[in-house]
């Protein structure tokens, strides 16, 4: 057989075996928030338009996307979703508005939230996540809101989350967090109601006395 008869026959081959996979990985942002579909039982069918095969997620309802058809927000506040989260979340790199507030969510929050480097808002209040506060989001340098309040989480208040300064607000009342909780760095202007309804929470920590700090563990 001729060279370039091989060739093209190779050639043939190649593009036979990688055209079906194309989609999937001009797609990665919709195959991420599909992982979530999956994960969740929506009894309100507010995930019904989120069809995998699209060649983006930017036209499903409750996403918004930017000029670039980036993700840039999540909207499924009080959409009564029933489930877990799933760790491809955190590969939406332009996520700025996590909204994911009141629904029926359990299972830990996904230490790779952590690497959404443009989320502004993280709204995980009034769910029924338990595990512990993931002391990755302290790289979330753009984080303006943070509120987990009103779900079943334990340990201790990653003290590295004092470093987030354009944090505006922090609630983690209503959980069952234990320990001492930081009063430097962002954390001087956040009040006890952040911090209220923990029964295991002890109270501020003292200047420059840090019991609690690498292990997570009150004890
Ligand atoms: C959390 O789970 C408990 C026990 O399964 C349930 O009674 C409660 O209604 C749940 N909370 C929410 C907000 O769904
Ligand atoms: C939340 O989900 C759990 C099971 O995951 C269920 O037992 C509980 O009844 C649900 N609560 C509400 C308010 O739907
Ligand atoms: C924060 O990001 C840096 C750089 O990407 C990484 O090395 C570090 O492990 C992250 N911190 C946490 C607590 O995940």
Redesign the pocket.
């Known amino acids: 057989m001729a060279m370039w008869a091989l060739l093209h026959l190779l050639t043939t081959a190649l593009v036979l075996l990688s055209w079906p996979l194309t989609p999937a990985t001009a797609n990665l942002e919709g195959d991420a928030l599909f992982a979530l579909r999956k994960a969740v039982k929506d009894s309100n069918n507010v995930l019904q338009s989120w069809d995998p095969t699209l060649v983006d997620p930017c036209t499903w309802f409750h996403v918004t996307c930017d000029g670039d058809n980036r993700v840039t927000r999540l909207d499924l506040g009080n959409a009564n979703l029933?489930g877990s989260l799933v760790p491809e979340l955190g590969k939406l790199q332009r996520l700025q508005y996590l909204e994911l507030y009141?629904?029926?969510?359990?299972g830990p929050i996904p230490k790779e939230l952590g690497r959404l480097k443009s989320l502004v808002s993280l709204d995980l209040y009034?769910?029924?996540f338990t595990g512990s506060i993931p002391s990755s989001l302290s790289n979330l340098s753009n984080l303006n809101f943070l509120r987990l309040n009103?779900n079943?989480l334990t340990g201790t208040i990653p003290r590295k989350l004092t470093k987030i300064r354009s944090l505006k607000i922090f609630d983690v009342s209503n959980n069952d967090l234990c320990g001492t909780f930081p009063t430097s760095g962002s954390f001087s202007k956040f009040s006890e109601e952040s911090f209220k309804n923990n029964p295991r929470l002890e109270g501020p920590e003292l200047m420059g006395f840090v019991r609690y700090d690498t292990t997570g563990n009150c004890n």
């Open positions: 029933v009141m629904n029926n969510l359990t009034h769910n029924n009103g079943r």
